[in-house]
């Protein structure tokens, strides 16, 4: 059927069967290959994107529901391509290693900043529960987001 | 020859894009036209193919290409060429490939493999190594005699696919002695996954006679032959190019989906994708192997190893793999730590109907160090002598012999222990924690090496100032192309490193490299690589030196310029020096190759090893303080410490980055991460929801000190510094547990069921009837004979 979704500010009309999984549409359609579908089960995170502000599973999420609403996912974090506090503070720390989960890495810290400010390296970790990291133990992710927090 | 250090704060310049989600993974590759491909395996671990049609399946919708068996003639292996790329007549394991499809869509290549028609004759399984070993064992190969062999000098029999045995001094003797205890310790460990995020993965094409392999690797050149041979063509056939890798840890270092990807391209004449699903990555990854341990020890009262023999079984699965590889290293890794005697282990890769293993970070090292480890505690316990002393007593230090006769370089083990002291906290800790939880502490220690072998690279100086580094080196998110290398090529010619390009890995473009694994990445392509850059750094010199007036020898390369050594701000920047190269002489560019030492052992000790002796020692000592909940068998981990050998740090915090992930990595394989087999011979956990690895909340902050200084023949005094942090991870954890509950830990993954039982006494002591009770009679032939 013909739907239609608002990702990263485009608006943008497309075929599919309303069950495509929305990480598939913003791979296949929007060709936003940030957004990774690693495990494909809701729990690694490594596709999570923002659906209206909400961190959002997007492997699990028809695409149909997407309809109506506002997606960003991490292509749409760094305006103008200016990395934005989180991104530069996980730049900073050398966070990054192979990279894969660190775009559903950074839409979670990204919402956490805004939706708490006062957040503590607990609720660092916390928040970080549903994103799976294999390379890098977490420890500077953690440091990386709390130091931006404590920049902001 | 270098006028800065190599030791930077260089932050790797892929982070950027890796944080906006631009970095396209080979699974982001999409080319115009491309079809997408899907693999049919087998659902049963074991049976004979009475028919295999395809007929159908090809008239289905979309369907450009099928191919099977019949389309790849060759074998390949490590020692021997026993693994084909289909199943042929015979399936072996739950997951084998049968035939492959490409279609216009992934659904209509799935679609299209629902329509291949089979049909299988059961033939028994035998799905663990007590029923492989077993007298009147179903043969897992029946026709072994025929495999072609590529090493000689294993031992082969049946379902034993290869046995390697080192024997070093009279052991019968040692045991015999009136004055030594004699120990015994088992141990049992499971497989466990790489879970790497980016799955294993292809886009192939056929341009101008040659396929283009663009996949997701750790071994570009193992990609090129390995591919060659099953497809039955010249290497020279196949180029294999390399985008930025979502993870490896082993996982990639073998061959995987590639093949079929290729010759799906060559019948279809499009380009191919294949990507493995995440079920088929959890059901048919190339795991770290299962293994099965006995290891006994003749030990006087004060102390002294006189004498140690060991049998190690190993899980291949299907086919013989990186398992017959790794039975070498028993002999450096449950062989290592520690000054013995005499000494005899045999390690056997063991075949069964189940998905084939393959090779994981530091692979063998990390159960044989758990083994160790324990066995060296249970010693300790034995002889009551203080753990920590025993191991300060034994450790290997300067002039000492390993297990295969070649002598160990320099005292570092011993200072290494002395530096974990003082990370320790001196206070006396409490037996038990104030919510009643059990305390336990444990130091260990571990030996580990670099997989050295060869390496060439090439740097193009351009004339803009920045230089080109070419090889066949990969990210694999570890940083040492992104880091390590860079500095090194800026540090010889004194500019930023910022300024040195490093082109990604393409087999048409730079020389033979053995693959990005085993700690080898900074050590053999750094120093190939810092021998390339010394070449241009001659060459520049002596353009400037025309230019300048002066001595090469006077002259230094620091901050982008080459000037007179003492007066800066004189002479020419590089930039100049190298426009000038290139109109003069020509453009310059230098190359570079690098290969292990070779480092001597003692003749006839060993028998069917790849290696005699270890190049680069590694070494690492890691301590641990644990809480065990005696209601639950909840293990949380309070500290976790590390003082690791890395010869030289050239980039201090990436190495913590590397120890901080390996460590936490190994503590999901000390814990959590259990694979099971089922009884259909199929892998139990097929997600994440069922193999549960390390969450951030699991995790601490690793106290890391970084050990410089032991002798290295790496370039700069280098050691490969991000496969060694998993290493004795699971060892000091299972000694931690062992201190704190009084039981004794005889299998990780330590879940809490399993601590339970310990704690309740509900576990039996580790019975393994499948290793003789001789040494000598798990052997398939006498050490030192040829079959």
Known sequence: MALTLNVNGDRRGFTADPVTPLVDVLREQFHLTGVKPVCREGFCGACMVLVDDRPTLSCLMPAALAQDCEVRTVEGLAANGTLNPIQQALEACDAVQCGMCFPGMVVTLTHLMKATPGATRDDVRSALTGNICRCTGYESIVEAAVRALAAT | ?787
């Open chain 2, 1 to 787: 020859m270098a006028d800065v250090s190599a030791t930077m704060d260089f932050r790797r310049c892929d982070a950027g894009d890796k944080l906006r989600g631009h970095t396209r993974y080979t699974v982001d590759r999409y080319l115009p036209g491309m079809l997408h491909a899907a693999v049919l395996r087998a659902t049963v671990p074991s049976g004979r193919i009475v028919c295999l049609d395809t007929a159908k399946a090809a008239r289905m919708p979309g369907v450009r290409a099928v191919v099977t068996a019949a389309d790849a003639p060759g074998k390949i292996g490590i020692g021997i060429a026993d693994h084909p790329l289909f199943a042929r007549d015979v399936i072996r394991y739950d997951g084998e490939p049968l035939a492959a499809i490409a279609a216009d869509t992934f659904a209509q290549a799935q679609a299209a493999l629902a329509a291949i028609e089979v049909e299988i004759a059961p033939v028994t399984a035998v799905l663990t190594m007590a029923e492989a070993l077993a007298p009147d064992a179903t043969l897992v190969h029946p026709g072994w005699r025929d495999h072609e062999i590529l090493l000689e000098g294993g031992a082969r029999e049946g379902n034993v696919a290869w046995e390697a045995t080192v024997v070093r001094g009279d052991v019968d003797g040692a045991f015999a002695r009136p004055d030594v205890e004699i120990i015994e310790s088992a141990f049992r460990v499971g497989r466990q996954n790489h879970v790497a995020f980016e799955p294993r993965a292809v886009v192939a094409s056929y341009e101008d006679g040659r396929f283009h392999i663009e996949t997701s690797t750790q071994v570009p050149w193992g990609i090129r032959n390995a591919t060659a041979r099953l497809l039955g063509v010249a290497a020279s056939q196949v180029r294999v190019t390399v985008p930025p890798v979502g993870g490896g840890f082993g996982l990639k270092f073998d061959l995987a989906v590639e093949p079929f990807a290729a010759l799906l391209a060559r019948a279809s004449g499009r380009p191919v994708r294949l990507v493995n699903s995440r079920e088929e990555e959890m059901l048919t990854c190339l795991f770290r192997e299962n293994a099965e341990i006995r290891i006994r020890s003749a030990v006087t009262r004060e102390g002294e190893i006189v004498g140690r023999e060991a049998v190690v079984l190993m899980d291949c699965g299907a086919y013989g793999g990186e398992q017959i590889f790794l039975t070498t290293m028993t002999a450096h890794t449950l062989g290592g730590n520690y000054r013995l005697g005499a000494v005899r282990m045999v390690s056997r890769a063991v075949y069964t109907n189940t998905a084939p293993n393959g090779a994981f970070r530091c692979c063998n090292g990390v159960y044989n160090t758990f083994a160790l480890e324990r066995h060296t505690d249970e010693i300790a316990a034995r002889i009551g002598m203080d753990p920590l002393a025993f191991r300060r007593r034994n450790v290997l230090g300067d002039g000492d012999l390993g297990a295969t006769g070649q002598v160990f370089e320099g005292d570092v083990l011993g200072p290494m222990l002395a530096r974990m002291d003082t990370l320790r906290d001196a206070a006396t800790p409490p037996r038990k924690l104030a919510d009643g939880r059990l305390f336990g502490r444990a130091t260990t220690v571990g030996t580990w090496f670099v997989f050295v072998g060869p390496s060439a690279a090439t740097v193009n100086m351009n004339a803009d100032g920045t230089a080109t580094l070419v090889t066949s080196g990969v990210e694999i998110g570890s940083g040492s192309m992104m880091q390590s290398l860079p500095q090194i090529v800026a540090s010889t010619l004194g500019i930023d490193p910022e300024k040195v390009i490093v082109r990604a890995a393409d087999t048409d473009a730079a020389g033979y490299d053995v693959g990005v694994g085993g700690g080898r990445t900074t050590v053999s392509l750094g120093a190939a690589s810092l021998s390339a850059a010394q070449e241009v750094r001659t060459k520049l010199l002596k353009v400037a030196s025309d230019m300048i007036e002066a001595a090469p020898e006077d002259l230094a390369m620091r901050q982008g310029r080459i000037e007179i050594a003492g007066a800066p701000g004189s002479g020419r920047t590089v930039a100049e020096v190298a426009t000038r190269a290139q109109a003069q002489i020509g453009p310059v560019s230098g190359t570079g190759a690098f290969t292990g030492a070779g480092v001597p052992a003692m003749p006839g000790c060993v028998a069917g090893h790849f290696i005699d002796a270890i190049d680069i020692p590694v070494f690492a000592v890691h301590d641990c303080e644990v809480a065990v909940d005696g209601e639950t068998g909840h293990v949380e981990v309070l500290n976790y410490r590390v003082v690791q050998d890395v010869g030289r740090a050239l980039n201090p915090r990436a190495i913590q980055g590397q120890i901080q992930g390996g460590v936490v990595q190994g503590l999901g394989y000390a814990l959590h991460e259990e694979v099971t087999i089922g009884t259909n011979g199929r892998v139990n956990q097929s997600g994440f929801e069922t193999y549960r690895v390390p969450l951030a909340l699991d995790v601490v902050p690793v106290e890391i000190s970084l050990y410089e200084g032991a002798p290295s023949i790496g370039p700069l005094g280098t050691k490969g510094a991000g496969e060694v942090p998993i290493l004795n991870v699971g060892a000091a954890i299972a000694c931690a547990v062992a201190n704190a509950t009084g039981k004794r830990v005889q299998e990780l993954p330590l879940t809490p069921p399993r601590v339970l039982e310990l704690l309740l006494d509900q576990k039996p002591d580790l019975s393994l009837p499948h290793i003789a009770e001789d040494w000598a009679d798990n052997l398939v032939r006498p050490h030192g004979t040829t079959g």
